[in-house]
């Protein structure tokens, strides 16, 4: 595995027994390196069964043909490789050709579907089918590889269908591969390809067999938060701490802790690097736990049978090891729980038991520690592989101290392992209702007990279900769909979590629209949205809530085949194999997924791409973005999940909204956020205006659409509150907000590039808590080029510390690292220093070389905590105009330790600054003013300012998020006043922001403008 957590190797995902790890294993990869690109670089040409091609009709009924291979397949195909990628045609794997005639319109009429089948006789045989559309090189639309069982019993089959009328297949030719995973001609496979009825799609009934109730509650309501370091987060995991509030986040090698504050709507929401050395270096899997009343967050990174672990009291600001799993662990899909120990047992020097799960290969283990994390007891079977298949999902227990582990497929169904004594011995449940899935359950317990199971049902995984399980009475109630009157073709990534006895909350990723949403294949053209279903009553009615409604989570399919998903020409495994839910202590559901559709091209639904690498005239998989943005969405309104809060919860007046304000020396610019509704659709906003010591004012009222407000004239010395109102009343104003001047590159600081938390300083010493970084490019008299970088700490008016660096890393244009600082010496005297460091290619901070000193004019101020270090571009490699510094972060080492850093760990290439000359800044063209935004019809939003330079053009920038993740969506030529934006999507509050342009000089920022499209 790489440190950005891709598989250095792909191989089979088998759906009973083998590994589905998300970033690829390690163990036997040296070894079969030169085999697979062996493999890989000399290519497959098919070797014909017997005989090798046939042809069916919807008036056919069935074509037979013998494999015709050597076989002996294990040999060449280990457990961590497996599939296609290895086999040899006419040795271990062959290939029967089969042509389905007519037009898929001729199958719809005649209601008929192909339907493959492999037999053997010996259970001890194992045989993997893959048809591809075309020929070998085509894409996969049907698999089948269960591996040594069969979700009834002993395998000695594979089967797959063929539906003409769906997109993903259609008609034409198919390369029907079979590969002798395990088999030798003793025990020949036969192969038939039958014309069946279409099967008739059905909803699972009820057990009272009446309509799913929709439930009167309103329904939540949800705000997203993406990580702004916008590291790849695929399968991430959540955690709250009920003591602080803070929220825990993991995915890939990052630990992150993010700090919520509801003063305003959105709430704002602080994100700071919280990662450890151990848990952020090397990793096949992470997980993350926060056991919500101890606080007490344990952080784990698998490496096979055992695990890096370490577990934090304060929110990570210190960590301890962990011994990591109990002996004789599995080797995949990790993952900790923990709560109240059983009866009959209590913990050493903590109060709750903590227990940790994997799997290997056909089974999982889990073991138990009793003294908190620091230790863990041996690893016990949870099941037998003629129980359950090995894969499974998230450990949750209950108060009592009974232990749950959902799994996927027990028998053709999907279920949990349940324990009642401490993980000691175990019992299967099962779900009398389902059917094997395609993805891991998931289940919440309430505070009595009660369990709530969800999952996704049906052929593939399409309806999204939830059933209520009674430990006391060993009952099953209301298993039922839960997706309202919505009609789901796919659902993925259940995540469940439950409050009150009576409420739970089912959180899944889902798709509305036809085809196949699942499997290797690239033409679905379907989009993925998270949703969020939520009953107050036992599970006897739920509400329903789309909770990405303008920004599709995924376009075409989600790849549910393991490591055998292919990267090229689409990774559609992007987000891998689960996300997570969770409650914070009012009983909010915040549920922690990856967004793999973030561009204003994606969102939008634009053609950008297809197989040729050129827009193919549909939207689909190409069309995606293939990231893993990991993401929070924070419920923000609705009742919680503890009725204890449903006074406070009940407000149906809007919140306060988050407000920002500018001045351009002409105007005061007030912008604000679109605050939750209070279940009630706002209809406007109100902007008030004040001065300290004398009484606001009601300034001017704007409607739903607009959410920005020119003030011309103002004094800088005024302030703004704005509230917003529905058909309630009036909502909350939202704190006082002073104008601030814009920023320039040209003058004082110069740009904000990044901004830290106040408060992370491990020692707490405020001359070591870094609070920002700006860039300036000021004019000189004698022509010279240099940059300006200040580093602002929260306090340096005490003496400086001794032997510490404060020190600015940046990635030049020429892709080297390079650093400047102010540094202090054994006697605490400061001086101004620049170097180099090796950037490493896993995207790590190398070794530093101090080369020389900071140009004349560096210097810090010890009332402000500002930093201002000089440095000739000559000295840093020379960048000039439209160059890009990347990757900057801070690290503050006080000699061995370092009590802060900023976008440290993995730092992001995102955090730049774009470099516009020093010339430019001898007359820059001035900035564009009075920005207004917008939006006169669905999906698009127009925005108009005044023209007050002698440009060549403008840039435009736009962002979600109010203050921050501004990027260029357009430039405009000279002398243009407007620009129409039509890549947004519906009902998304959008902020911009347009500076001139003259050659390479460009102005400081406009007022931030926005608008809610419609």
Request: glycine letters at 12%.
């Amino acid at each position: 595995m790489n440190r950005a957590g891709y598989p250095l190797l792909r191989g089979a995902k088998r759906t009973t027994n083998l590994f589905n790890n998300s970033f690829g294993i390690l163990t036997a990869a040296a070894v079969l390196l030169t085999a697979v690109f062996g493999a890989l670089l000399t290519g497959r040409t098919a070797d014909a069964a017997n005989p090798a091609t046939a042809t069916l009709s919807p008036t056919s009924t069935q074509v037979a043909w013998q494999g015709s291979a050597i076989g002996g397949g294990a040999l060449n195909a280990p457990l961590t490789i497996g599939g296609e990628d290895l086999c040899e045609e006419g040795l271990t794997c062959d290939t029967f050709t089969l042509t389905i005639a007519g037009t898929p319109a001729d199958w719809a009429a005649a209601k008929k579907i192909v339907h493959v089948h492999l037999g053997w006789a010996l259970p001890t045989t194992d045989y993997d089918l893959y048809i591809h559309k075309d020929n070998l090189s085509g894409e996969i639309v049907a698999t089948s590889g269960q591996g040594a069982t069969n979700p009834t019993g002993p395998l000695t089959s594979e089967d797959a269908d063929l539906d003409p009328t769906n997109p993903s297949v259609g008609t034409g030719t198919f390369a029907v591969h079979v590969v002798y995973y395990s088999a030798t001609a003793a025990d020949q496979y036969s192969g038939t390809a039958s014309v069946v009825d279409a099967p008739v799609a059905t909803p699972t009934p009820t057990p009272s067999g009446t309509p799913v109730p929709v439930s009167g509650a309103p329904a939540p309501r949800f705000f997203n938060y993406p990580d702004p370091f916008s590291h790849r987060g695929g399968e991430p995991s959540i955690g709250v701490n009920w003591k602080t509030g803070n929220v825990m986040f993991i995915a890939s090698l990052r630990t992150l802790r993010i700090q919520f504050d509801d003063n305003t709507s959105p709430a704002s929401a602080n994100w700071a690097d919280k990662s450890f050395t151990t848990t952020s270096t090397v990793s096949l899997d992470p997980i993350l736990f926060t056991d919500p009343r101890t606080g007490r967050t344990f952080v784990s990174q698998l490496l096979g049978k055992a695990s890096a672990m370490a577990y934090t009291d304060d929110d990570g600001e210190t960590y301890t090891p962990s011994q990591g799993s109990g002996i004789n662990s599995g080797v995949d899909h990790q993952t900790i729980g923990g709560g109240p120990f059983a009866q009959g047992l209590s913990g050493a020097g903590y109060p709750n038991a903590v227990y940790y799960a994997s799997q290997d290969i056909a089974t999982a283990e889990v073991a138990l520690s009793v003294d908190g994390g620091r230790t863990f007891g041996p690893a016990v079977p949870m099941y037998a592989l003629t129980q359950c298949g090995g894969l499974h999902g998230h450990i949750k227990v209950a108060p009592d101290g009974t232990v749950y582990v959902p799994n996927r497929s027990c028998g053709g169904k999907q279920g949990f392992a349940v324990s009642k004594d401490n993980g000691l011995t175990w019992e299967v449940k099962l779900a009398p209702n389902s059917s094997a899935g395609e993805w891991d359950p998931s289940l919440g317990v309430g505070a009595d007990g009660t369990v709530y199971f969800g999952y996704g049902d049906g052929v593939g995984s399409r309806t999204p279900r939830m059933v209520v399980y009674d430990p006391k009475t060993d009952t099953w109630s209301n298993d039922q769909a839960v997706g309202g009157a919505t009609t789901f073709n796919g659902v993925a990534f259940p995540a469940v979590v439950a409050g009150d006895g009576d409420r739970a909350a089912f959180a899944f990723l889902g798709t509305t629209s036809a085809g196949n949403p699942f499997g290797t294949g690239l033409s679905f053209t379907g989009v993925w949205h998270l949703y969020v279903a939520t009953t107050y009553d036992r599970g006897a009615s739920y509400t329903f809530t789309d909770a990405t409604p303008g920004d599709p989570v995924q376009r075409g399919n989600i790849c549910d085949s393991g490591t055998t998903c292919p990267d090229t020409p689409r990774d559609t495994r992007n987000l891998l194999d689960f996300m997570d839910a969770q409650l914070d202590q009012k009983g909010r559901v915040l549920v922690g997924y990856a967004d793999g559709c973030v561009t204003a091209a994606c969102v939008a639904g634009q053609d950008v791409s297809g197989s040729t690498g050129k827009p193919d005239g549909a939207v689909n998989s190409y069309d995606n973005d293939g990231t893993a943005l990991a993401t929070i969405a924070r419920q923000s309104g609705g009742k919680s999940l503890f009725s204890r809060f449903d006074a406070e919860f009940a407000l149906n007046t809007p919140a306060a909204p988050q407000v920002i304000a500018s001045s351009d020396g002409q105007a005061n610019h007030v912008t604000w956020s679109t605050p939750d509704d209070g279940g009630s659709p706002i209809t406007g906003y109100r902007i008030y205006r004040g001065a300290e010591g004398s009484a606001e004012s009601l300034v001017a009222s704007v409607g739903i659409d607009s959410n920005s407000y020119a003030d011309a004239g103002a004094p800088l010395t005024n302030y703004y509150r704005v509230s917003a109102l529905n058909a309630n009343g009036e909502g909350a104003k939202s704190p006082k907000t002073f104008p601030a001047e814009l920023e320039s590159a040209c003058k004082g600081a110069g740009i904000t590039v990044l901004k830290d938390p106040g408060g992370d300083s491990l020692d707490q010493l405020p001359s070591h808590d870094i609070k920002s970084v700006r860039v300036a490019e000021p004019y000189f008299a004698d022509g010279s080029n240099k940059l300006v970088f200040t580093l602002t700490m929260a306090n340096l008016s005490g003496p400086l510390t001794p032997n510490t660096q404060w020190r600015i890393y940046f990635t030049g244009p020429d892709a080297k690292g390079y650093f400047v600082d102010m540094r202090t010496d054994a006697l605490g005297a400061a001086s101004y220093k620049y170097g180099t460091y090796v950037h490493n290619a896993d995207n790590t901070q190398g070794a530093a070389t101090t080369v020389g000193d900071a140009d004349a004019g560096s210097r810090y101020d010890a009332q402000t905590g500002a930093i201002t270090i000089v440095v000739s571009n000559a000295k840093i490699g020379a960048p000039k105009a439209d160059d890009k510094l990347s990757r900057i972060f801070v690290r503050i080492p006080v000699v061995a330790v370092v009590p802060d850093n900023a976008n440290y760990s993995s730092p992001s290439a995102a955090v730049a600054y774009t470099l516009v000359g020093n010339a430019a800044c001898q007359q820059p063209p001035a900035a564009p003013s009075n920005l207004t935004a917008s939006s006169p019809a669905k999906s698009v939003v127009t925005l108009n300012w005044a023209d007050n330079s002698d440009e060549t053009g403008f840039s435009v920038e736009r962002s979600t998020q109010i203050d921050t993740g501004f990027a260029e969506v357009a430039t405009v030529g000279q002398n243009t006043i407007s620009y129409t934006d039509r890549s947004v999507g519906r009902r998304v509050t959008y902020y911009y922001r347009v500076r001139a342009v003259r050659g390479t000089a460009k102005s400081s920022y406009s007022n931030t403008a926005a608008a809610r499209s419609k």
